[in-house]
Structure formats: C-alpha cells, structure tokens
C-alpha cells in the first residue's frame, strides 16, 4: 500500500522569502510523484511531477522538488513567494500499476504569504 | 493541454432528493475517470474509479447504491447521490488520465449543498 504523509499543514512566510513544503511517501513499488496546487473553491492544478530520470523537477509558476528516493522524499520549493501563491498543496503519488490517475494524497499544505 | 469540465460547479438541494455531477473531458477520451470527495480543510479521498462501458470501482466504505456512478462515453463520466443528506454536503472533483501512471487532470470540482 501507498501513503503521503505532509509534514505542515500550515506554512505562513513572507513574500519574497523562499519556501520549502515537505512531503514524503511510503512504497514497497516504484511511484510517480506529483504536486497540486487547489485555490479556493476550485480544482487541482498539477505543479510538477516526477516519472523518472533527473530527480530534480521544475514545475510551473516557479517551483521545484526533487525526488529522494533513499529518504523517500518529495519536497516542494520555492526561491521566492508571492502573495499569489496563498493556496493549499497537495503532494500525490500514484503507483506504476495503478489504473491510470489514481493518486493517493496527502492532507495538504496550506501555504500563506504574507506581504 | 488537456481538459476536464466539471457541471454544476455548485449546487443546492433539498434533503431525500438526487442530484448528479457531469465529469467531461474536452479534448480527449477517458477510458479512466476518478471521482473524489473533499471535506472542508482536508485532503482528496477517492471515492470510485469509473471504467467506460463497466461498472465502476469504489473504494472500501463507499456506498454504492448511494453514489451512483456511469461512464457511458470515453468523454463522460456521471456521478448521482442519491437521497442526499446533509452529511453528503461537500466538494466533489473528477480526474481524468491519458494514460498509465502519468498526469490526471482534473475538473473545477462541484459544491454540493444539501439543506
């Protein structure tokens, strides 16, 4: 079985100071990783993802994980934030034999900058 | 990219009525959709897979009769609760894949009220 364990569920910084959400997963499989970013009332919009290949990933709006398989680890970072980034943060991970998307969670980040 | 339409993005209804959610995907065929439920300040538990032309798949403590699942078309998945309760007040959103193992898209997720 697989399970995503997020280290924060809160992470308030201020803008323009880097930021790092933590996330790891256990597997007895190989995975594929992923982060999502949720605003408000709204649906997941993937940041990045890991398949395989460079452990180190760049995503979308600026930021970056890197897979660490020997920690089994999948932090997310940011060299700095915006206000625009205040959202939740959902680290997922779906296994190589799981029927296409299924994606098991984390509880999710929730990621506040302040000005 | 690949898009996911969600309808109604929020609905209100009357406790012992049913109410149903379109999950479409625009621009390519989903054999495989993903329906998942959120609570409130918490993360995405997948409820059931829904495989188009069969049964779909639920996760263990799911009710089936409750939440009823078809996947008619590559491009259509619906989900019905029926005789909502208050207690199944909640964000439902649908995921869709392209293939295997990679990136799901998802829907902007529908606002379930049920007074």
């Known amino acids: 079985a697989q399970s995503v364990t997020q280290l924060d569920s809160q992470v308030p910084v201020f803008e323009e100071a880097p930021v790092e959400l933590r996330c790891n997963y256990s597997s007895s499989v190989s995975v594929y990783l992923f982060w999502y970013v949720q605003y408000p009332n709204q649906g997941l919009q993937l940041l990045l993802k890991?398949?395989?290949?460079?452990?180190l990933v760049k995503g979308i709006n600026g930021f970056e994980a890197e897979f660490n398989k020997s920690q089994t680890s999948f932090h997310l970072r940011k060299p700095s934030v915006h206000i625009s980034d205040t959202a939740e943060y959902f680290c997922a991970v779906s296994g190589p034999y799981n029927q296409g998307g299924k994606l098991i969670f984390g509880q999710g980040t929730e990621l506040s900058v302040k000005p | 990219g690949a898009v996911v339409s969600q309808h109604p993005s929020w609905v209100i209804c009357k406790s012992g009525t049913s109410v149903k959610i379109e999950c479409r995907s625009l621009?390519?065929?989903?054999?495989?959709m993903f329906w998942y439920r959120q609570f409130p300040k918490q993360s995405l538990m997948l409820m059931a897979t829904?495989?188009?032309?069969?049964?779909?798949?639920?996760e263990q403590g799911v009710e089936k009769d409750k939440f009823l699942i078809n996947h008619a078309s590559l491009t259509l998945s619906t989900l019905t609760v029926t005789s909502a309760h208050p207690e199944d007040s909640s964000f439902y959103i649908c995921?869709?894949?392209?293939?295997?193992?990679?990136?799901?898209?998802f829907g902007q997720g529908t606002r379930l009220t049920v007074v």
């Open positions: 890991y398949l395989s290949g460079s452990t």
């Open positions: 829904s495989n188009e032309g069969s049964k779909a798949t639920y």
């Open positions: 995921s869709a894949s392209l293939q295997i193992g990679t990136e799901a898209f």
């Open positions: 621009d390519f065929q989903a054999t495989t």
